[in-house]
């Protein structure tokens, strides 16, 4: 009977699959669906930072490019997005070589179940946790001032450094599987052979292990790095008046109905993530897209 019903299903996903033009049908949906919510939102973006009332103008990326509150805004982003990614990548790479080159079972799970758990919560909810554990009379303060290390608390919350730890928190678990998926790939017999040879332990990592791991490192560095640079909620929660990021800039231009320098702002920011892209791609070539 199981059989019988194992024969159907397979009969009639055969029968479709073979229904002329299903397959272009199925290509066009999803290539449908970017159209409408992408390539329809970025040519009315670019046509508002370009086009006002009195027609074509560059006078909205004069004034971002320019003026000081703006060049101080992109700075900022800039700033935070590569510390982010430094620190993301400092404490990924241990942890995604512990998880796939620990010979303890136990430890591989602790360490992937530790990084990936957190992924699953809301976004929202480990943001207002941390507000929680960086307020002036929050856990970290307390536990600070009970070890006798401060004798005041400290003002993390409402600052860049705040921002900054919220962000790692949630970009980590991209840069972990980056790495991971690609350290999996590395043949264990590669740093078998050198050991082999008489490579000493730090000699086989940094000439066999480490250069191996590097597109996983450089793929990372591209997602965390860009998400950070549009982040808008870690900034507008933790973050202060002088620590504003070019999104939460964007939202304020928008809300003022200022919408030709929320749109130069926009496109500013596509144009350094691109340009961002082109750039890795340049150093790695295409064993980053391909692998």
């Not at 400290?154 to 980056?178: G, R």
Request: hydrophobic share 55%; aromatic share 10%.
């Amino acid at each position: 009977m199981e059989n019988k019903f194992i024969g159907r299903k397979k009969g009639i996903a055969y029968t479709i699959s073979n229904i002329r033009g299903i397959k272009w049908l199925l290509l066009i949906i999803p290539l449908l669906f970017i159209f409408l919510t992408m390539v329809i939102s970025l040519v009315n973006i670019f046509e508002r930072s370009f086009i006002d009332n009195n027609g074509f103008t560059l006078e909205y990326f004069i004034k971002v490019l320019t003026e000081p509150l703006y060049q101080k805004v992109l700075f900022t982003t800039l700033k935070t997005g590569v510390i982010v990614t430094v620190c993301t990548v400092i404490i990924s790479y241990p942890m995604a070589f512990l998880s796939v080159r620990s010979k303890n079972s136990i430890v591989r799970r602790f360490v992937s179940g530790g990084v990936l758990v957190p992924y699953w919560v809301s976004m929202l909810v480990r943001i207002f946790a941390w507000q929680i554990i960086l307020a002036k009379n929050g856990i970290l303060n307390q536990v600070l001032i009970k070890l006798n290390v401060i004798d005041s608390p400290l003002e993390i919350l409402y600052t860049s450094i705040a921002v900054i730890i919220s962000l790692t928190h949630i970009l980590l678990p991209q840069m972990f599987l980056s790495m991971q998926s690609v350290m999996a790939e590395i043949e264990p017999n590669l740093t078998l052979a050198a050991e082999g040879m008489g490579a000493k332990p730090v000699k086989n990592f940094s000439t066999v292990f480490l250069p191996l791991s590097v597109p996983g490192i450089i793929s990372g560095c591209m997602m965390v790095f860009v998400l950070a640079l549009g982040f808008y909620i870690a900034p507008a929660l933790l973050g202060g008046s002088n620590d504003m990021m070019v999104s939460n800039l964007i939202q304020q231009n928008m809300q003022n109905m200022n919408w030709n320098i929320a749109a130069a702002l926009s496109v500013e920011l596509f144009v350094i993530v691109m340009v961002f892209i082109a750039i890795a791609y340049k150093f790695v070539g295409n064993k980053l897209f391909t692998r």
